[in-house]
């Protein structure tokens, strides 16, 4: 009995570990003895006002990947909601050169990134989180959008344009849009990434995702399998467990932990 258990549990540790790997980055990067920080490090110098008065986006891109105009808008006012930044959110793009790199790894997105960064993501009184948007896909094709460290998010479009179908409902503008929503929120700590959350939202078998469809959180939302989950409309908006959360971490009710730097 004990050892069908054990062989049982062995399985689904087997089928879990691929989705680890997913859009949570963070192989290679506990050990690298960087401070880079983990996808939710910075969380409480985004949700805090005391240090970091404001923040600004920066986006590189490669010549022909610039993101959609309705994706950073969406995600500016999606940060402006949640974030204390009275001094402003600012996004910053420049047209970027990444090479010829087809495959990327975690690793690869964390040296370009950190590259290309215009500032250290904590300079004066400003927060400076990156997004790339390179050439070409992750080493797992099914991942459209990556978080892999503290600061620095890559987004494949060639990977979010094949996830389109024939029908483009949803088409890749949409996509393109959750998405970017969904890793910046991976930065903001979500799901329990850096804290253990009094709601009950946790995807039990994705960890880091949301349970509940209608969050942008949910853990399709991240992958090429996502036309299977939706009909057009896509949910863009962190739910209200989401939110919670945010205000808890920010008014200190919720603990937080592997925080770069705290109030
Ligand atoms: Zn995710």
């Not at 089928?15 to 939710?40: A, E, F, K, M, V």
């Not at 105009?69 to 001094?87: F, I, Q």
């Not at 904590?122 to 892999?148: C, E, K, M, N």
């Not at 989950?229 to 959360?245: A, C, G, I, Q, R």
């Amino acid at each position: 009995m004990e050892k069908g258990v054990r062989i049982c549990f062995g399985i689904l540790v087997v089928l879990i570990s691929p989705i680890l790997s997913g859009c949570l980055g963070t192989d290679g990067l506990l050990n690298s003895g960087s401070n880079r920080g983990i996808p939710g490090g910075l969380t409480l110098a985004c949700l805090d006002d005391s240090t970091y008065t404001s923040m600004v986006i920066e986006i590189d891109y490669e010549l022909g990947y610039q993101p959609e105009t309705t994706s950073t808008d969406m995600l500016k006012e999606r940060l402006e909601s949640v974030c204390a930044k009275p001094k402003g959110i600012e996004i910053l793009f420049t047209e970027t050169d990444f090479g010829d790199r087809e495959v990327w790894q975690a690793s690869d997105i964390r040296t370009s990134g950190w590259e290309e960064k215009s500032h250290d993501p904590r300079d004066d009184s400003t927060l400076y989180w990156q997004v790339i948007f390179p050439s070409g896909t992750y080493h797992d094709t099914s991942v459209l959008g990556v978080a892999v460290d503290a600061s620095t998010i890559s987004i494949f479009k060639d990977s979010i344009d094949d996830a389109e179908n024939v029908f483009r409902r949803p088409s890749a503008e949409k996509i393109e849009n959750s998405v970017l929503i969904h890793e910046f929120g991976h930065l903001l700590g979500l799901v329990n990434t850096v804290y253990t959350s009094p709601a009950d939202h946790e995807d039990s078998s994705k960890p880091g995702h949301s349970s509940n469809e209608d969050s942008v959180m949910y853990w399709a939302i991240e992958s090429s399998s996502i036309a299977n989950f939706f009909d057009n409309e896509l949910p863009t908006e962190f739910d209200v467990d989401d939110k919670n959360d945010l205000i808890g971490l920010a008014d200190g009710s919720i603990p937080c932990t592997d925080q770069l730097w705290t109030p």
